[in-house]
Structure formats: C-alpha cells, structure tokens
C-alpha cells in the first residue's frame, strides 16, 4: 500500500476474529517470525494513518488495543485498518478504550510491546513518560511537546529509554527520506556548498480546520476535539506543523543561541489561541543565521521548503516528494534526488521494528524535544515581543498543560499580545 498517514481514510468493515498472542520478547533477534503486538493511543486521522503504516511496513507486527477519548471514532479506525490488514488488526470492542484514562490501559497491557502515541501534542509527554516507565516501545508523533516542562519531561524519558534498552522513534519522517538525509549529508560531510552560513525555512498553509461547539459540550472536551486552537494542545502552527522545518533547521545547525520573532493575528476564530503568522530568526553561534516563517492566510502562496546557503553554493531542500537539489553559485545544478514521502512514513516505522527485533533499540527522542522546544523557544519569542535565548526556554516554568482536566478542568483561553504576555 502506498497510502501515507496523512491522508489514511477509515471505512467499516466487518469485524473479524480478535485474538492476541503472548509479547514479543524484547532483544530477541533470533526470533523474528513472532509477532510484535501494538497499542494505539489517538485513533484519528495521524493515528490510524501510523497503524497503517506499521502494519505496511512490517508484517511482524499486529494491532491488539486501541485508546482515543472518543469511542466511535476508535472502532472506525479499528474497522477501517481491519479492512486493510485482515486478520493482523485483532482488536475486539473490549480492548478499546475510552476516556482520558484510557491510555492507561494500553500502556499498562502486558501483551503490548509497542505503543503508538498520537493525541493532540499536549498530551504527548506525559504518554511517553508513562509508556517508558511501562518498558514499553513507542512511537511517537511530532511536535514531542508544546512548553518547557513537556521538554524536560521528555529529555527524562529519552535518557531512561536508553538506560533500560527501550525504543523510542518520532515522526520526523524528513529525517528518513532520501532526499533530505542525501542533502544533510552531502552539506555536511562532503561540503558541497562550501561553508554552511545561512538557511531560510518555510510552513505557508492556506487556513486550518475549525470545529463548531457541540451543544452541551463542556470546556474540556470542546477544547480537546478542536486541539488545533489552543496552545497547550496544539503549541500553535508553529510547533504543531512547522516542527518539521524546524527539525532540519536543527539537524543541519543543532541548538541556537536565541531567537527573535514576530508575527500576526488577523484570520483565526474569536476564541481561538492560535496566531495566523510567525516570523523568526534564530541565530547561531559563529553569527550563522536561519530565517523561519509560518503562516495560514487564506489565498496565499503556499511554500513548505528549505533553503541551506554555503560560501559556494545553495542547496534546496523541498518538502514532501518534491526532492532536492544543490547548485554553486552560478547556478549550475551539481546534484539532484527525487522525493518520496510515502516511504519516508513507512520506513520509519520499519527502523522502529527492526531496531527493536535487532536487539538494538533506536532512541531518537531528545533531538526532536530539542527541536519542538526550537519551535516553543520560536512562539515565546513572538509571543513576548522579545528575544528568548536557549537556556531561557530549557529553564523556563512554562507549563501549559491543564493538569485538572480528568476533572473538566481548563484554563479560560486568551490571546498573547506582546507587551502583556511574559514568559513564564
């Protein structure tokens, strides 16, 4: 199947027979043919389309649980994905559960190896948290986290992952595509561009969904079915999607020195969070500098890539399966590489598993908390008005998550404005 995760449509299907096996023995490389037994935490669209590519990817695995807040989307998905992969989908009503709690259940089911975590951000580090000290495998969506605790939470986890020889892979699925690793490395170890001296990197969408409120809805549970717009569920566009750019941002510069943005308010819904725009430079040491903007307007060019400038040239990093290509200076091509995201969705997936029957467990969970708190660091740099440096954001209290929400319990959502709103 070449249908990616982003764009997996659930259908009903009949219900097949449920069954699970016992677990796959974790660093068991010489057994192979047995099944590795997956929970789902997040059953829409992401969530689905990730089962689905696991199930593609490796025929060794198999879907036996599933959690989402909302039960009827969850049997959906499970339906859909059994339509797909027969018998490897074996998840019968009783083992998908419902409610904020219910994830709970999957990370706690001993049959379960692997976990696939793919709420609403907000949710996303005290999953990993949770499934690490469950011992389990996971993985997880981007962004990893929207504030500063969910990155020290995070970089918490990473470091028991390893000391335990647990898995930990994250979709930045750019950092599995051809085009984009042969690029890095074609920069970066063979210095086709001569020296690295400045990047521009770009997320410009056309507008977002918008979910009306349900009659009778409650805050929580409106806030938790329309994610996108409120930032600590979403961290905003430019932590929810622009993550990925920033991520190669990261993977060519690493960690900058500070950041200093701004941005703008003028299409979004009157009680949505989210900023339309954001524009920000982050700059380097050795006075190298990247440029990021984000932004949805309605009727605007749209442009998802990435442009890398050395001293002898320019490398061109597009999105998607637009491929990349490197030129010097006078604009003669001196490489190109085709895209193919589909594969990159898949093969990330297939790491994950071979990692874990190799014995040799993939731990890759700091580098895209290191990258989502780029794009908070980003945020909070606009948000302010001012410039956040790296050790500001890694220190910081910020801490969006509502912690009384089991209890319907959310913070009453309000606009930054800069000149008001500080950093926490």
Known sequence: MSISRR????????LGAAGYASPFAIGSPNQPSKMLNIGLVGSGGRGSGAANDSLTANPNVRLVAMADVDLAKAKAARDGLKKAHGDRVSVDDARIYGGLDGFMKVINDPTIDLVILTT????????????VEAKKHVFAEKPVCTDSAGYRTCCEAHDLALKQGTAIVTGTQYRRQPSFMEAIRNIKEKGMIGEPVSMTARYCAGEIWYRDRLPGQSDADYQIMNWMHFIWASGDQIVEQAVHNIDVVHWMFGTPRSAFAVGSRWHRPADSEMWDSFKVDYQFDGGRLCSFTGRHWPKATGDFDNVVYGSEGIAQIKAFSNGSIISDRNGKELWRMKGDIGAAYRQEHKDLVDSIVAGKPIVELRQTAESSLMAVMGREAAYTGRTVGWDEITGAKLDLFPHDIAKGVVAKPFVRIPGEYELA
């Open 7 to 14: 764009d997996f449509i659930v259908t009903s299907a009949a």
């Open 120 to 131: 609403s951000p907000g949710f996303r580090p005290g999953h990993i948290k949770a499934a």
